[in-house]
């Protein structure tokens, strides 16, 4: 029988596999994912081990950021104005340190919405930002960057603008390192203060003040997304420079602040209607005091060096804004009110204009560009002239005509036989000006000088200085370098010191001419003039002043003595050695400066006290710490100059010349009886002079050429520096009550006339007499003058001495 088959059992040794259960995946191919998997581990495992001998190489060489912790930027040094205003900035850097709870949130979130939204939820790198940049650029929708602000502090502190995949490790090792440092508060501090956003600004303070004007504290949403959008690329987004590309990133910022959730629809839509009003030159705002920001900034770099442009010093001036910004405006009203009167010089140059409207207007505003406005005398390319009219082209294509008046100035410019460099015509680059009724009239720049400067007789702090009619022109500061002959404003000097040797007001002095020959004078013959070239006879001391008699001036000085007046003179701060003992040192023929002459007069102004002009009231540190601090000292009798009574007696005849004198426009303009002063013109009008002041403030004005020529025939001190005086005083004595001088010890009126006291005698006047002297008034009658104190005759002298026969015997020759 046969057998039958065993069925296969479970145990035994498996058949053969059947085509139908062969592996799924090649054998090679097998091969490969194991070979790739392993390649990939090693792979993983060589990165991870050069980045962990990349991070034990590069992360104890990387910069040591423990002072940021105390973050210090370079800060430039600030002069500051006596009431906060900020009057002149030196260093490389503009930049207002400004503490984080100190900037408004508006700024933040500007700044987080458009350079990095989640900067307070990441640890420094920002992967979903990376991710959400990179799907963005490549999609091709508005690119976005992937730096975080803390990758920008790393970058902007520390390291260069070189791009490579070193300094890259290094910017994310920095990141990770302040990350964990610092707070989230202290590095968008940082940021906020070190990002450079253009014009030279550096920190959104800074750019608040350079593009608007306005401290950051202040700002609103869309000024705040207009700075936001600068630091990209603060030339591309520069308001000043490219407003339409600013304004569409403006645009933008603001919706991704909407996107953000920092404001809502409704302010979106505010801020992106709001005008916003962005500084377009450089004199937007200014209060101009160039050269004392200038003196400043000599003073503390003797002090600090090098530090000076870094160490964000603050120096506090005695200057007063208003005062500065009405002084700047009177010296350069007064200049140009002179400059009006003088020949015109021709257009400064000519440029050829193209025909096309197009290329004209590039080529006038190329031309404007290298020949920008100086403050109100601004510059305009003519585009048609004739003698009737002027039509010129200003700054962003404005239109300017001339007609009428307003071509007075230019009238040789426009003569049909005017030479080819006076003759205005087409491309003709000339100044122009606005006039008091709003029209234009052609002017030009002048080159005359002046300066100006008033400070407080009591304390001697600076109120204002203008060293000259425009800083970036002519950067020598009149007020304290220029050496200049004062003229008949020196003569009160003189006159104090004849009051010591017996003179009185009263005394009478022969207006006469008089002759020097060669022998006398060791050099040439001297005949001197009164400015008028007339005599008018015997005349009091009083009148001799207030009318500026040169003879009367030298008859004084020949009769006290030229040696004495020069030793007397030191007594007001003048250097003996810039004025020779000789008789023209009656008519100010010696060397002073602005600032001498506004402190001598102040001895007048002050009882009699020296002082010495100061600038300087402070100066701290960044933080505020007070480094040095100035205080002027007291007016004692160690810092007396001349006695009170003397000082009491000139200010009655310098008070004579303002109210009746060659400066007699003073107090008529002003209606005030305080003021006092004097004018001053050397010979052939080639300096004009006034220094005058009230009991609380004194100013000197001087004009004059810097290479000397004459002003004109015509140009007196009272007629060119004595108006910029009165413009000056009239705002800084508004409010101010008027205040006359007290009689000190020693003096007493006689007849409506001071007198130191020992010079009259008998009965009448307090215990001081009063007789009538017939020898002395039949002197003034037969045209001598009388004896020193003798007022006109009126009063009797004491017995004279010695040194008053001498003054007799010199008068009498």
């Not at 585009?383 to 009737?388: G, I, S």
Request: hydrophobic content about 40%.
């Amino acid at each position: 029988m046969p057998s039958t088959p065993t069925p296969p059992d479970s145990n035994s040794s498996p058949a053969k596999p059947s085509s139908s259960g062969k592996s799924w995946l090649p054998r090679w191919l097998v091969k490969f994912l194991l070979w790739s998997t392993g390649l990939l581990l090693a792979g993983v495992v060589s990165v991870l081990l050069f980045v962990a001998v990349a991070l034990s190489v590069a992360y104890p060489n990387l910069p040591d950021i423990s002072d940021l912790v105390d973050y210090r930027p370079k800060l430039p040094l600030r002069v500051y104005s006596a009431d906060g205003v900020v009057i002149g900035e030196f260093g490389e850097e503009r930049r207002s340190l400004t503490p984080i709870q100190d900037i408004p949130q508006v700024m933040k979130d500007a700044v987080l919405a458009i350079e990095d939204a989640r900067f307070f939820s990441h640890g420094g790198v920002d992967y979903l930002g990376v991710i959400r940049a990179g799907l963005a650029n490549v999609g091709r929708a508005k690119a976005q960057g992937a730096s975080t602000i803390t990758m920008q502090v790393a970058r902007n502190v520390y390291l260069s603008a070189e791009k490579s995949y070193t300094r890259k490790i290094y910017e994310i090792l920095l990141t990770f390192k302040l990350e964990h440092m610092l707070t989230k508060d202290q590095i968008l501090e940082i940021y906020m203060n070190q990002i450079f956003l253009g014009n030279r600004a550096y920190g959104f303070a800074a750019a608040s003040e350079a593009y608007f004007g306005k401290p950051l504290k202040n700002i609103s949403i869309s000024e705040a997304a207009m700075l936001a959008g600068l630091p990209k690329a603060p030339s591309a987004y520069n308001p000043i420079i490219n407003p339409k590309r600013a304004r569409a990133r403006q645009l933008y910022i603001i919706e991704r602040m909407e996107e953000n959730g920092f404001i809502t629809a409704e302010q979106a839509k505010a801020a992106k209607e709001e005008p916003l009003k962005v500084r377009t030159g450089p004199d937007a705002g200014r209060v101009h005091a160039e050269y004392v920001a200038e003196t400043v900034r000599q003073l503390v770099y003797n002090q600090y060096g090098d530090e000076t442009y870094t160490r964000g010093l603050n120096v506090y001036t005695t200057l007063r804004a208003t005062d500065q910004t009405v002084a700047y405006k009177a010296l350069r009203k007064g200049i140009m009110d002179y400059e009006r009167r003088q020949i015109y010089r021709g257009p400064e140059k000519f440029i050829d204009l193209p025909v096309n409207p197009q290329e004209t207007e590039d080529a006038i505003d190329d031309a404007l560009t290298d020949n920008p406005d100086n403050g109100d005398v601004m510059s305009a390319v003519v585009l048609e002239a004739n003698p009737k009219r002027i039509l010129a082209m200003r700054q962003n294509s404005e239109t300017v005509e001339i007609t009428g008046d307003g071509l007075k100035p230019a009238q040789s410019g426009l003569a049909e036989k005017a030479g080819p460099n006076i003759k205005i015509r087409r491309g003709a680059l000339i100044r122009v000006a606005k006039t008091p009724k709003n029209t234009w009239e052609i002017t030009q720049l002048p080159e005359v000088e002046g300066a100006f400067v008033a400070l407080d007789p009591r304390d001697g702090s600076i109120r204002a200085l203008v060293g000259g009619f425009d800083f970036e022109k002519n950067k020598f500061n009149h007020v304290t370098q220029a050496w200049r002959q004062p003229g008949s404003s020196f003569k009160p000097f003189i006159y104090s010191a004849a009051l010591e040797k017996g003179f009185t007001p009263a005394t009478v002095i022969n207006d006469a001419p008089l002759f020097f020959d060669a022998g006398v004078t060791g050099g040439q013959p001297w005949e001197p003039k009164n400015y008028d070239g007339t005599f008018d006879g015997p005349m009091s001391l009083r009148t001799g002043l207030k009318k500026s008699k040169n003879m009367i001036s030298i008859r004084i000085l020949q009769a006290i003595g030229a040696p004495y007046a020069q030793d007397w003179i030191t007594h007001f701060g003048f250097e003996a050695e810039k004025h020779p003992a000789y008789l023209t040192m009656a008519l100010g023929a010696g060397s002073v400066t602005p600032m001498q002459m506004v402190t001598a007069y102040s001895v007048f102004a002050n009882g009699g006290y020296r002082i010495n002009p100061y600038l300087v009231t402070k100066i701290t540190d960044q933080r505020g710490k007070v480094l040095l601090e100035t205080k002027p000292p007291a007016l004692d009798e160690s810092v007396r100059g001349i006695e009170a009574r003397n000082a009491f007696i000139m200010d009655s005849l310098l008070q004579e010349v303002a109210r009746s004198g060659t400066a007699a426009k003073a107090q008529a303009t002003l209606k005030r009886p305080d003021l006092y002063g004097k004018t001053g013109t050397t010979n052939d009008s080639i300096d004009t002079w006034f220094v005058g002041f009230q009991p609380t403030l004194a100013a000197a004005v001087w004009m004059g050429y810097d290479t000397p020529k004459k002003l004109g025939d015509r140009e007196t001190g009272g007629g060119l520096s004595l108006p910029i005086w009165i413009n000056y005083m009239e705002y800084a004595l508004k409010g101010i009550p008027v205040a006359e001088y007290p009689p000190p010890e020693g003096v007493v009126n006689v007849g409506g006339e001071w007198y130191y006291s020992e010079y009259a005698r008998g009965s009448g006047v307090s215990t001081v007499g009063v007789q009538q002297d017939p020898a002395a008034a039949n002197a003034a009658n037969a045209g001598q003058p009388a004896a020193p104190g003798a007022p006109g005759g009126a009063i009797q002298v004491l017995p004279p001495s010695d040194e008053k026969k001498r003054i007799l015997d010199l008068f009498k020759n």
